[in-house]
């Protein structure tokens, strides 16, 4: 299709942060010294300061952007890694600076969040991800999502001065005025429900703003993106499930969904939907990617794709790269039947002769590239998935790297008001769109449909 002219007649949001300021550094004197001075050409050289690097233009326009519109990031799975290292115990658990906490891991990966690189980031809001894994059974999952919730909500509590809670989108905007990052919670797979509408309706009551309707399996009512298809997108009980989202005004998020149940979704839903962490399958194939024909279907919906940092999303020869050494170790597996030790040598040889491609920021940029030239600005966001990953592309491995992401769009044309609406404009805007229909809506009656018990 033919590419959507821009609409960057958007209003715009009074600014929210200072603009950084230009700070001279002053020269620090010399220190007095009690031996006679070295010869003039010596003094010269010796007292020669290095010189400053070149200031980048492209970085300096991102960071005025993003202290106007800081970054409202789609999902960071922070949560599920203070379960898996530190058993939800936050009493030894230090988040001003969790640079030290590969010992937590066994394989010794560092987090990829904490509150001084947030500030580095320019984070403004957070969706935190309450994630639990799908091999749970429903009562289980519902119990665990609480549990997450618990935790979350305690590591905000311990940081007033740098975190804030929120649930709506004036919490958010009282939160970045304030200067503190603006703490929502979302659910990331409708397991976390047990197939309940009262549920639902409760898990939004302690603070869940979106739900993903599946994870990497299917729920007894919606089909995964990496599952077997079983129900052909949602039932008829997946699609109240929708209804009932926006009824109660919680977002629904169709990453990790199939692309059939994307579109009953799309049917379904009367506000916005979101992405929280995808890329583009035009780009990369990835069956977690939103197809195009998703993606034509946004404008009219309004909603948005966040786009993902995670590498095997977004750098098409990454994938291939992957598929092609899963299928030599399964040869390698068939061929040497109970001799690891054999496999694993191979495997070495393999990956010495064929090392992983690099992802770049620039990868991340070309699906933002293609949702504007395809559907337009206004239905992008970023949900960089951090700590739900082992590390993002070169220069955004961490939640420190948005401003690198934001000077590489500056360098391919984007303009600040384009800078501002990916940054978090249109995260707001979605979010403003599920709360004013959940007032419109709240005289009707909730949705009292049971799944049936053959699912």
Known sequence: MQPAQRRTQSPRLPAILPLLALVSLAAAPLAAQDTAPPPIEDAAVATEPAPAPAPDPALEAALVALDIAPVFDGHNDLPIQLRARFDNQLGGFDFTDTTDTGAAHPEGRVMHTDLARLREGRVGA???????????????????????????????????????????????????????????????????????????????????????????????????????????????????????????????????????????????????????????????????????????????????????GLPGFLNEERRQWYAARVAEEARLESLNLGQPGIVEAAMAQWDAANPEPATTIGHMADHIDHIRDTIGVEHIGIGGDFDGMPTGPDGFEDVSGYPQLFAELVRRGYSQVELELIASRNAMRVLREAERYAARAAGQPPIERLIPEAD
């Not at 935190?128 to 009562?139: F, G, K, N, T």
């Not at 519902?142 to 004036?170: C, H, N």
């Open 126 to 308: 957070q969706y935190w991800s309450v994630y639990v894994p799908v091999s749970l059974s429903e009562p289980e999952a519902v119990r665990m999502t609480m549990e997450q919730i618990d935790v979350m909500k305690r590591l905000i509590a311990r940081y007033p001065d740098a975190l804030a809670y929120a649930e709506t989108s004036g919490d958010i905007e009282t939160a970045i005025a304030n200067g503190r990052v603006a703490s929502l919670l979302g659910m990331e797979g409708g397991h976390s429900i047990g197939s309940s509408l009262a549920v639902l309706r409760q898990m939004y009551d302690l603070g869940a703003r979106y739900m993903t309707l599946t994870h990497s399996e299917n729920t007894p009512w919606a089909d995964s993106a990496t599952d077997e298809s079983e129900h052909g997108g949602l039932t008829d009980f997946g699609k109240d499930v929708v209804r009932e989202m926006n009824r109660i005004g919680m977002l629904v998020d169709l990453s990790h969904v199939s692309e059939e149940a994307m579109h009953d979704a799309l049917d379904a839903s009367r506000v916005p939907v979101i992405f929280s962490h995808s890329g583009v399958r035009a780009v990369n194939g990835h069956a977690r990617n939103v197809p195009e024909s998703v993606l034509a279907r946004l404008p009219e919906n309004g909603g948005i794709v966040m786009v993902v």
